[in-house]
């Protein structure tokens, strides 16, 4: 048992066409200050870790599909774990209150230090989905449940492994308060179970409190607003809690 302090710093740049196809770069960076565990040793959970991904697709009436391709990284103290990441993702608006996304992708391609990189999750099928209430024009608040399935450690002995994950978050936009965007507030509440099979039958939980500031720049299109938009899991924690602590 442990506990970090962690600093998550995450962008988006993006182009949208008159015929309502989309392009967007998203990046984040994740820095964590890792505290001694209730053990002798030093706690070996995600230390840092990134993401770049693309995001391309088109906005029909009443849905919007896209594609995403991207990589991802986790940092523990005994190496690095990096992975590609494809996916598939589709947003819905069910009502005006309502607003439906999912998510199915994969993790694949093995790199890093960490053991060749096979420490953390590989050939790693997982989804997502996600219900959104839109309060009001300036309050939205969306849970979310993803899961996935893989394998875990040195192909010559592979092992099972499987993450499942809950989250809450609520998010808050003020009225306009400064000329060239918009902040937006956001608190997240999220508990992540990691499971490895047989021999080690081993388990993490992980549980992370969130809270920070955006700005949404320029003029966004409705149908990319934030609570419209399909989030991509959190890949690095995955990786690392997978790679450090399961291994």
């Known amino acids: 048992e442990g506990e970090a302090d962690t600093t998550r710093v995450r962008g988006f740049g993006g ?21 001694p565990s209730i053990f002798t040793f030093t706690n070996d959970d995600l230390d840092n870790g ?4 693309g995001r391309f697709g088109k906005a029909f009436e009443g849905f919007t599909v896209e594609g995403i391709v991207g990589r991802t990284s986790a940092d523990t103290f005994e ?23 999912g998510l199915v992708g994969r993790l694949d391609g093995v790199s890093g230090t960490d053991d060749s990189g096979f420490d ?3 050939d790693f099928n997982h989804g997502s989905v996600a219900l959104a209430f839109l309060v009001n024009d300036q ?7 993803a899961f996935g ?20 978050a609520v998010e808050f936009q003020p009225e306009r308060l400064v000329e060239f965007g918009n902040p937006i507030f956001n608190a997240s509440l ?19 409190f969130d809270v920070g500031l955006k700005f949404e720049l320029g003029s ?12 991509l899991p959190r890949y690095e924690n995955w990786l690392g809690v997978s790679a450090g602590i399961l291994e």
């Open 15 to 35: 182009i949208t066409f008159n015929t309502n196809l989309f392009f967007e770069l998203e990046a984040r960076v994740v820095n964590a200050s890792l505290e």
């Open 149 to 168: 399935s893989g394998r875990i450690d040195s192909p010559d002995t592979p092992e099972d492994a499987e993450v499942r994950e809950w989250s809450v």
């Open 50 to 53: 990134y993401l770049f991904a």
């Open 79 to 101: 190496g690095s774990t990096e992975r590609n990441i494809f996916a598939a993702a589709v947003s819905v608006p069910l009502t005006d209150d309502f607003v439906f996304t």
């Open 120 to 122: 953390g999750f590989y």
């Open 220 to 231: 966004t299109p409705e149908f990319r607003k934030s609570v419209m938009r399909p989030e």
């Open 139 to 145: 309050l939205s608040i969306k849970c979310q449940y």
């Open 190 to 208: 999220t508990r992540t179970e990691l499971t490895q099979g047989a021999p080690e039958n081993d388990e993490a939980i992980e549980e992370r």
